[in-house]
């Protein structure tokens, strides 16, 4: 028989019918929908039975909540501590997250009580922000900083050496002009490094250019390919401008001169002697210009593309510091085309050569000639 109790209408409710009103689940505070619609963070609302009452798109999107469950077990038992006590705690966690590719995704997580009581019976509210984006940045960082002090590290420790050299051979004068030349290597290599840091620092918050000016892409390439061509002779390879003339963009010149020059200076370093490195000059008919730069070099590893544009990766540690390359002209080309609101990619094949292209906005009110044109 079925114990009664006296409702406030004078009517007593069977037990069972106070079980399933129990386990109903609690409603929402007035206006709690409305903040969490708006919230940009992953937010889920549970109540005293760890059931989600109201869960964000992104918190379902992320696999923080399946249902009316938290997937999250560490999540989970946090809630149920803040229930009991009322204490607001923070943390982080790492989410899997299948869809990104089995990839994690770290949130900093806050987790308050949001009906104000405490010992049980109250609703939680959980707040889960995505962290991931800045980890990775600041793990670039790290490397960032990492990777320049090693660069620093080596002609500077070599410049150092030289020195104590050259002071023990005060009385040998050919001893003295050989490290003489040798101390001047490094002393240009470092100002390289420093000029690149500087250029990269500039750009490296891929932001438009500022103050755009109308540049031409005949003077960005005549200007890169004689930069280049003193190392280009020495061994022996051969540069050639092809293509369509007299089309323009909009930007900064000199870091379209810079740009053009990496890729060229890369294709001579990485090129046998006595071969052929072309620039080419293309209207596809995107509202674009194409400029690329083909080699018939050693070509990249497949493994390596993806990598390649960024900062100090080098794909031959030992011959790139053979060459004197600071491992930074790729990630300033990267930047330097993005600034002007461009692309850039690469195709290789090992051992076939490569050609690297860059894709930049033309400016709305160039043509340009059809013709192909050849300049050695």
């Not at 760890?50 to 992320?62: G, I, K, N, T």
């Not at 010992?119 to 490397?143: F, N, S």
Request: charged share 25%; glycine share 8%.
């Amino acid at each position: 028989m079925a114990i009664r109790t006296r409702a406030g209408n004078g009517v007593r409710q069977p037990r069972s019918a106070r079980l399933r009103a129990a386990q109903q689940p609690a409603k929402l505070p007035p206006g709690i929908a409305s903040v969490l619609s708006v919230l940009s963070s992953s937010a889920v609302v549970v109540d005293s039975e760890d059931r989600v009452l109201r869960a964000s798109a992104a918190a379902r999107a992320f696999g923080i909540v399946k249902g009316d469950r938290l997937m999250v077990s560490e999540l989970a038992a946090l809630a149920r501590q803040v229930r009991r006590d009322g204490e607001i705690r923070e943390a982080e966690f790492e989410v899997p997250v299948p869809r990104f590719g089995g990839r994690t995704t770290t949130f900093a997580v806050r987790v308050a009580p949001l009906s104000g009581t405490v010992g049980g019976g109250g609703l939680v509210l959980v707040l889960a922000e995505d962290q991931t984006d800045r980890h990775r940045v600041e793990e670039v960082r790290r490397d960032f900083v990492a990777n320049v002090s090693h660069e620093l590290k080596t002609p500077v420790g070599a410049l150092a050496l030289l020195a104590e050299t050259i002071e023990d051979a005060a009385d040998d004068a050919e001893a003295v002009r050989r490290f003489a030349g040798r101390m001047r290597q490094e002393a240009a290599r470092l100002t390289f490094l420093v000029q690149d840091l500087i250029t990269l620092s500039r750009i490296q918050a891929a932001e438009p250019v500022p103050d755009p000016v109308p540049v031409p892409i005949d003077a960005v390439v005549a200007e890169a390919l004689d930069r280049c061509r003193m190392k280009a002779n020495a061994r022996g390879i051969t540069l050639a401008s092809i293509g369509v003339r007299g089309l323009s963009v909009l930007g900064e010149e000199d870091l379209l001169v810079t740009a053009v020059r990496n890729l060229l200076e890369n294709a001579v370093v990485y090129s046998p002697e006595r071969t052929r490195v072309v620039v080419c000059v293309k209207k596809p008919g995107d509202g674009g210009v194409e400029i690329s730069v083909t080699d018939q070099g050693i070509g990249i590893p497949e493994r390596d593309l993806e990598r390649i544009f960024e900062r100090f990766y080098r794909v031959d540690p030992a011959r790139s510091r053979a060459t004197g390359g600071t491992g930074l002209g790729l990630a300033i080309v990267k930047h330097v085309t993005v600034a002007h609101g461009g692309r850039v990619t690469v195709r290789s094949v090992e051992g076939a050569g490569s050609t690297f292209t860059l894709w930049l906005p033309l400016r709305s009110d160039n043509d340009g000639s059809s013709a192909d044109r050849t300049r050695a």
